[in-house]
């Protein structure tokens, strides 16, 4: 879509970019959206039903898998993958300590302890060395997350499990359409887990999610635990949760799910202007940007840069009062969350998800940036590095 910025309107370097402008994509699909809502409200069946069901069936031919179960959200669809597979007290389950919350909150709830393999430093996901070094007897699953977008190094992941029988949860929050050696994400294990949580790549009008599956028992069984583990007549088989998707975020999902390709290709041309603009500027030394594996189709949830040497903060203030919208995912990794502290982590125990989230910052990678404000977010960054050069900084070390 065009931009056409009112007469006046100067593109200069203070003109404020946001991290992300879910109003522009609204009106690009409000009519659509209006009359999925409209129809819902007509129907007055709001939880679970044809809606639901419907989508469901589109997720599923989307992603290649057999069977999609949608629930309340991202969070639980990780719980509900974990349950479904009798994962409990006892059983340890491996993932990365750089990730949103929710990857690890969801094997502590379920009684079984998270253990953390360190990250590695190009991609952000799962550095798969390092998972036989954290095998125990009671090693159950492997929970990869597909960090920002691009698939985690699944060819390893898939040796060890096979070879020690451990289940595969992907964590697909951000990935909805990446894909890895031409399959898709949520097809990549024995589980795929999805959210639908506003700021993702597919973001409902509120919380959604969804586990993708091509077993027949375990979608049997996700679709049990979802509705409290009853079979029908409150027959209750499993103690499960309530965790349904909602007709509404089905029927507005559904018309997203249609621009979601062009959605994601707009995202990764963004990427590769971001890489352009960042080598016009001569900025190539002083800022990391993401790595675009081989044979991985990325779809940028999430476009980050690091800044190492310290001077990460002070970018970021710097970035915040020209008004370009910027983010840490994630400022403190899980291990060294006050939670975990039963788990006796200690800092240095994962210097490189330690080290990203000292260093990394999320730029502005929404499908209507467009190349204009793009070149804002650059020149702006350039003129921050140059002003700290001026000043000669010198970082104070954040207090830990
Ligand atoms: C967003 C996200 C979740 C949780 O999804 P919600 O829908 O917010 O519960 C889990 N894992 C990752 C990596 C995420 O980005």
Not at 45 to 65: H, I, P, T
Not at 148 to 174: K, S, V
Not at 196 to 219: S, Y
Request: proline share 4%; glycine share 8%.
């Amino acid at each position: 879509m065009s931009h056409i910025l009112p007469i006046g309107t100067q593109q200069n370097t203070t003109q404020p970019v946001p991290l992300i402008d879910l109003v522009a994509q609204y009106q690009t699909i409000r009519d659509d959206v209006q009359e999925a809502v409209q129809r819902v409200f007509e129907n007055q069946a709001f939880v679970l039903g044809d809606e639901v069901s419907n989508f469901e069936n589109q997720v599923a031919e989307y992603c290649d898998s057999t069977h999609a179960i949608g629930c309340a959200s991202g969070s639980d669809a990780l719980l509900l993958a974990l349950m479904a597979l009798e994962i409990g007290p006892g059983d340890e389950v491996i993932t990365t300590p750089y990730s949103f919350f929710a990857t690890a909150s969801a094997i502590a709830r379920t009684g079984a302890t998270p253990v953390f393999v360190d990250i590695d430093p190009e991609t952000y996901n799962l550095n798969t060395d390092q998972i036989e070094l954290a095998m125990t007897r009671r090693t159950k699953a492997i929970m990869p997350v597909h960090l920002f977008g691009q698939c985690a190094e699944m060819d390893p992941i898939w040796r060890i499990a096979t070879q020690y029988g451990l289940a595969i949860i992907e964590d697909a929050a951000q990935a909805i359409g990446a894909s890895y050696r031409g399959r898709k994400a949520g097809v990549l294990g024995s589980i795929g887990c999805f959210s639908f949580f506003p700021t993702k790549n597919l973001g409902g009008a509120g919380d959604g999610g969804l586990v993708t599956t091509d077993d027949k028992d375990l979608a049997a069984r996700l679709r049990r635990l979802r509705v409290h583990g009853d079979v029908g007549g409150y027959t209750h088989v499993d103690v499960g949760i309530n965790s349904r998707l909602d007709a509404l975020q089905a029927a507005v999902l559904a018309v997203k799910l249609r621009h979601l390709d062009a959605w994601s290709d707009a995202r990764r041309e963004n990427a590769q202007r971001y890489q352009e603009l960042f080598a016009e500027f001569e900025l190539r030394e002083r800022v990391g940007l993401p790595e675009q594996v081989e044979e991985r189709h990325h779809v940028y949830n999430q476009f980050t840069i690091r800044v190492s040497g310290g001077q990460r903060d002070e970018v970021l203030k710097r970035l915040r009062e020209r008004q370009v919208g910027c983010s840490i995912y994630y400022p403190k990794p899980l291990h060294l969350q006050e939670c975990f502290s039963n788990l006796h982590y200690v800092e240095g125990d994962f210097p490189e998800a330690e080290r990203a989230a000292d260093e990394t910052i999320a730029l502005p990678i929404f499908a209507e940036l467009g190349a204009e404000r793009q070149r804002i977010v650059v020149e702006n960054i350039h003129q921050i590095f140059a002003e700290l050069d001026a000043e000669s900084f010198v970082p104070v070390r954040r207090a830990a």
